[in-house]
């Protein structure tokens, strides 16, 4: 195992030129189309690739996790990376790696061709470096991915809860979709820290936009409410729809203490009306 | 009126320094015939059960010395930690900061004198 590895690397050593075109000639067939500058990159890329190649050492026992190919591990990381925000597939991106399978065959047949037994070691050592070397773009490439993902799903969540000023000293937060655990825990947050910084006394929770509410959404709603008053505000819930309401009385959740109104605009009134605010409308 | 007494956490409060706290204050409720006392807890980052349950301690103790007391500053982080651990602060008043604190001190002080019908 250990010398057809070091095999391995000799030859591509000894025939990076006579590689590294046939390699180039593959994969610009199949890049037909990209323009200019994107072969330019493909070509600096492919050169850097043989180039960290050949840089790792002759003998490695323990194979690619080894500190020994960190900077090849580190230029596919890159390189997926790249490929994820070109919008380029998994499948694509993997096939820069195994398409240096055929030039590779080519070479150790020049000079294994004599001997069977070392021709088919040889041949194994490609199959298996190649391989591992396609995996891991492949699973560098995923994780690129699913990092865009956690990021997306992070923002949504930020977008979904704003905290508005209605008034000075009236904010109103109004919450669209369905309350979970996560999402309630980030409303009661950020509708409290606003309420420190901006030292508004009413906050008006509404949610009309929230198709269903069960125990557990009822209970985060009232520890907000709770949170809110012990930090010295008071807290208002709007926009319950009849079926909430039912559902509500259903579950037996416990809503005496909580100041609640049907509407937002009823809500709004109320507040005003508790900061000292009165609103005439002027005649004609 | 009487004298209001202003007590300002600056540092984290560790046990020892609660229940230290709740003396020292309690005794000088008593001293200086302190009707009001304004605690800012604007500093504090954290609270545990303890120091909560301090919290609300004190502010029976003052009352029943004849003084009201106002939490003002309560950060959003303990107000959380608070409900989570269930204590209510059942009968403490809290105001957003100590200018709002004043403020309402000065409404339950002035009720009461209407209440008791002056002194």
């Known amino acids: ?284 | 009126m009487g004298q209001f007494l202003l007590v300002t956490i600056q540092v984290e409060m560790h046990d020892q320094l609660a229940v230290g706290l709740q003396e020292d204050l309690a005794s000088r409720v008593e001293k200086w015939g302190a009707k009001g006392v304004l605690i800012d807890i604007s500093a504090l980052e954290m609270v545990d059960s303890f120091i909560g349950r301090i919290i609300a301690h004190i502010s029976s103790i003052s009352h029943i010395l004849g003084a009201e007391t106002v939490l003002v500053g309560m950060q959003p982080a303990v107000a959380i930690t608070l409900v989570e651990l269930g204590l209510s602060l059942e009968g403490v008043r809290t105001a957003l900061n100590v200018e709002r604190g004043m403020e309402k001190l000065r409404q339950v002080l002035l009720k009461q004198e209407e209440f008791h019908g002056g002194d």
């Open chain 1, 1 to 284: 195992m250990v010398d057809a590895n070091i095999d391995v690397l000799a030859v591509i050593r000894k025939y990076r030129e006579e590689i590294r075109n046939e390699w180039e000639e593959g994969l610009t067939a199949q890049n037909v189309g990209s323009g200019r500058a994107a072969l330019v990159d493909l070509k600096e890329q492919m050169f850097e690739f043989l180039n960290l190649l050949q840089q790792c050492p002759p003998k490695d026992p323990s194979g690619f996790d080894h500190y020994a190919w960190q900077a090849v591990r580190r230029f596919l990381e890159e390189f997926s990376r790249v490929r994820v925000s070109q919008g380029f597939s998994s499948e694509q991106t993997a096939t820069f790696v195994f398409s240096l399978k055929k030039p590779l065959f080519t070479q150790i047949r020049k000079e294994f061709g004599h001997d069977s037994d070392s021709l088919a070691s040889a041949t194994w050592a490609i199959t298996e470096i190649v391989d591992q070397l396609g995996l891991y773009t492949v699973a560098a490439f995923q994780k690129t991915r699913e990092d865009v993902i956690g990021r997306q799903q992070m923002e949504l969540l930020e977008l979904s809860t704003p905290v508005v000023k209605l008034w000075d000293g009236i904010l109103a937060l109004p919450m669209i979709g369905t309350l979970d655990s996560a999402r309630t825990q980030l409303v009661m947050e950020s509708l409290l820290q606003r309420i420190v910084e901006t030292g508004a006394e009413i906050a008006i929770i509404d949610i009309t936009g929230v198709p269903t509410v069960d125990t557990l959404v009822a209970q985060h709603l009232l520890k907000t409410v709770t949170a809110i008053r012990l930090m010295g505000a008071d807290c208002i819930i709007s926009g319950i729809r009849p079926q909430i309401a039912q559902t509500v009385v259903h579950l037996g959740v416990d809503l005496q203490d909580v100041t609640t109104k049907a509407s937002l605009a009823d809500a709004l009134s109320l507040a005003m009306k508790r900061s000292g605010f009165s609103i005439t409308k002027k005649s004609e």
